[in-house]
Every structure is written in structure tokens, then in C-alpha cells.
């Protein structure tokens, strides 16, 4: 069953097609010269530029798996959730798409699909698993007891992990996307000298990020004030571990109290080298099995979106012509 899948939740315009857990094509245009202008995403900026360039990106998919429309058995697009204007782009394009064709239309959940990036990297993968999905919007882990079956055991209550970096990284003075910046830069953590506070949240495996994001503001501003200079590589790996420390703490007592000997790691800041490479390490020391997706399928990418709209087909959530956009939407919605 080949499906062309299409993504424009935020600020990259994609489209993909996958047979089964293979990538045929694969097609990502990103605005992130253009929102760097601006230190952020510019929503209605992103809306437009999805329109211009959402048909190119798609006949480029087609292009690349060296087949043609008419060999498309369904098509798949991210429904929820995103920014409203960015996300009905393509949820249109999708719909006349499905039209025309005379294919089935398949909704798909932006963060089942930031999970099952990892089906097109680790073919053996299968649910149950714990997964700590991480990205610039959401933080949450999950029980992913099957493809389309999820239960929330933790989230943020505030802002996402990758919120925290990213404005920890602007206020530091780094360029959008800060995150990515934040941990190129980043050296050695030095918490006599930037003390950062561990935040706390009533659920034993919800996060808070909000907290900490405004003691690194605070910290620069202090320093701005007394005329001191910020070491800049010290505060961004400071923050960075404080963040890995969190996300790490509670993924492994998850698994441990729920007893998955499976973890799997998702989302835009899973490419985070410390994050990555600490979670490895204890994995490794305590004899869980890790996965993560290569870098290039961490960020916002359609191939993902059509790895997981396979299983949603097989569950039956297709979708008519009355299908809409989606600002929210909790992962284990029906
Ligand atoms: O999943 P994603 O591409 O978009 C959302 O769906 O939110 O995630 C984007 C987030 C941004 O916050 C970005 O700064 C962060 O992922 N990110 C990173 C790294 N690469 C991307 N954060 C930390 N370290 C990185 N290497």
C-alpha cells in the first residue's frame, strides 16, 4: 500500500511516500531562514508559505518515488495538533487530493506520527513500549500499548522541554531554532555557578519546564544588570543538563515502576546530543532497550506521518470530507 503523506503543523512543508516501513520519497521545505527574521515561528508568515509552496513539495514526492499520482493507494495528512492556519494547509491540499483521486483520507496525530518515525528506522519495533516524546510544543510520556492505543502517564503542565531551550537560547542572545543552537554551543555544565532550580509538579511524572525557562531569563538579566558577562557555553550546558536530568529521571522510573524493558524517544528534541547519549548510557547500565530516530527523521518530516498512518488504516480511523484542522488534541484521543 503506497500513501503520500503530508506535514505542515508548524513551519515545514512536507510530503513523503512510504510502502509499509519504507521510505519511498521524502521532501522537506523548511521556512527556518525566513522565521529566524523574527526569533520564533510567525503563524500566519508559515500559513502562507505552506500555500505557496504545498503543490511543488508534493509533485517532488511523487517525482521521487518514481511513481505517478494514480499509484497512490491513500493519502495521509497531519490533522492536530499545530497552528490552526499552518495545519488546514495541508489538511485542504490533502482533502482535494483524496478527492480527486477517489483514495481514502487518513487523519493523522502529530505526535503518534513524531513516534512512529521510529518504525521507519527500527523495522522490529513494536508496541508496548514507554515513550518519552519531547518537541517544541508538548512533553509528554506515554504507554504506547499498541499502534493506535495510548495512555498519558506524564506531561507537562506548563511549557515543553524544547520551549525551555528554545528561550533560554534566545535570551542568551543564540538565533532560531535556539535548541539546536543551545546544544551546538553548549560545553560543560557548572551549577555553583548558574544554580538552577529542579522543578516540582503534583503527578509523579508530569514536568514542568516553565519555572526553570524564567530562572535562566532571570539569570542573564541579573548578569546584564551587574554589568557581568554571561559564559554563555556554561549557562547553555547547564540548562540543557538541568532539562536531561528531568526528562531522564522520570523515563527511567517509569520504566521501572510500569516494567517496560523498552524506551523509545521522540520528538524534535530527541536529537539532543546529551539527551541521547546519557539515555544510552543508562540504558545500556540498566538493560533497557533504547530507540530513537536517526536526526534526520527527529524534526518535522511526512515520512513519519505515513508510518503511522498504516496503522491508523488498519485500526479504521479514516476520514470523510468534513475532516478539519486541530489546534489541540491529546495523543489518545478516539
Ligand atoms: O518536533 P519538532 O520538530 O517540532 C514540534 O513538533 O514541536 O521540535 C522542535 C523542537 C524545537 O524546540 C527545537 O529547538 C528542538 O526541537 N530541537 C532541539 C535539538 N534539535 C531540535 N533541542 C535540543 N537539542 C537539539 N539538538
Known sequence: MKILSIESSCDETAAAVIEGREILSSVINTQVAEHKKYGGVVPEIASRRHSENISAVVDKAIADAGITYADIDAIAVTHAPGLIGALLVGVNFAKGLSLSL???LIPVHHLRSHIAANYLEHKDLKPPFLCLTVSGGNTLLTVVRDYTD????????????GECLDKSARIMGLSYPGGVNLD???TVADTAKYPLPTPHTAGKYDFSFSGLKTAVVNTVHNAEQKGIAIDVPVLAATVRQKVCDILI???????DEFGFDKIVL??????NSELRSRLTAECERLGYSLYYPPLKL???NAAMVGAQALYEWESGNIADMSLNATAT????YR
Open 266 to 271: 521522540a520528538g524534535g528534541v530527541s536529537a
Open 249 to 255: 529521571d522520570h523515563t527511567l522510573k517509569a520504566a
Open 102 to 104: 477517489g483514495v481514502p
Open 150 to 161: 495510548f495512555e498519558i502517564i506524564g506531561q507537562t503542565q506548563d511549557d515543553a522541554a
Open 184 to 186: 551546538k554551543i553548549a
Open 329 to 332: 488534541l491529546q495523543i489518545n
Open 298 to 300: 527527529c524534526g518535522d
